[in-house]
């Protein structure tokens, strides 16, 4: 096992030469799912004593914020020193929320208020939250919706909208490119397994993950290579799409024939690894990523 020191070197090096954030979400091994604001700055150090450059924060360590009130009640202080820290360490921070409700309009407001104190890179969202209805009455809502927020919000983090794993979900590659192209400062925030899965395993050569990066360079602009933002999660899936997260050793996506087309477009931005062993899977795979990006 490598000690410390030489992963972060090693770590610091592939994200170098990658163009990219490497980080996790929500945790660390040891904690995966990061509640107070003491869980956090320990998740934070622990990132960059191996030289991990991103973490996304769950929304479980926001539970008691409610309204824009609880924020600035007793919250205001600890974000405010997250923020410091991971500022410090050079790591960045970014929100993600997968369970927005039909009414989303106080929880929008509120998460981009507290992207903007923490001075977050992006807001993560899912475009689920209108799913009882037909999906071209709630792609045209959650368009709107967004719109509105983000017209009052005045937010300096962007909303990411995130591609998801199931076929009867808002939320495929179209979609999202479509929402972003009829929004306001919103960006496509793309996870791979959900392509992957919502298409049965369609992501399985290189070829598949080139004509992806295409499509968005075509339908965004080329100013998207500049500050991508890219999940890889581990999933399983049938023939209508998402069954559950895995493992990424345990789904037959494929992170070299990513990282191989990354350094073929020359995409520079963050990118994610969603897997139940947090760090410790980046660390195990530290020769085979040292591989990659030569």
């Known amino acids: 096992m490598y000690n410390e020191m ?3 070197k090693k770590m610091l090096k592939i994200q170098e030469r990658l163009g990219m954030r490497i980080g996790i979400t929500y945790g660390i091994k040891k904690m995966p ?3 107070t604001p003491d869980d956090v700055l320990r998740s934070l150090k622990e990132l960059y004593k191996i030289g ?11 539970t008691g914020i ?5 924020l600035y009640k007793e919250y205001y202080g600890n974000l405010l020193k997250i923020k410091d820290i991971a500022k410090k360490f050079n790591i960045e921070l970014s929100l993600r929320h997968l369970s927005l409700s039909d009414q989303p309009d106080e929880t929008l407001k509120t998460f981009c208020k507290i992207a903007a104190i923490m001075d ?3 807001f993560i969202i899912q475009p689920t939250f209108y799913s009882m209805m037909p999906q071209e009455q709630a792609m045209k809502l959650v368009v709107y919706k967004i719109n509105e927020i983000m017209a009052s919000a005045r937010s300096t983090a962007n909303i990411g909208i995130e591609t998801t794993g199931k076929m009867n979900q808002v939320g495929s590659l179209e979609d999202v490119i479509e929402i972003v192209k009829r929004t306001q400062k919103t960006e496509p925030v793309i996870n791979w397994g959900n392509i992957h899965a919502r298409g049965s395993g369609t992501l399985r050569t290189q070829d ?8 968005l360079i075509k339908e965004i602009g080329p100013g998207f290579t500049r500050n991508a933002y890219f999940i890889i999660s581990g999933v399983s899936y049938g023939p209508s799409g998402l069954r ?10 494929n992170i070299g024939y990513l990282i191989k087309q990354i350094m073929s477009f020359d995409i520079k931005g963050t990118l994610i690894f969603e897997d139940p062993n947090k760090e410790k899977l980046i660390i195990k795979m530290i020769a085979e990523l040292e591989d990659m990006v030569r």
């Open 52 to 62: 991990l450059k991103a973490f996304v924060l769950p929304r479980e360590f926001f």
């Open 244 to 253: 559950r997260y895995v493992p990424i050793s345990e789904s037959d996506i």
């Open 208 to 215: 598949d993950f080139r004509r992806v990066m295409e499509q």
């Open 33 to 35: 799912v990061t509640k």
């Open 120 to 122: 977050c890179r992006i």
């Open 66 to 70: 409610s309204t824009s009130s609880d």
């Open 6 to 8: 030489i992963i972060r």
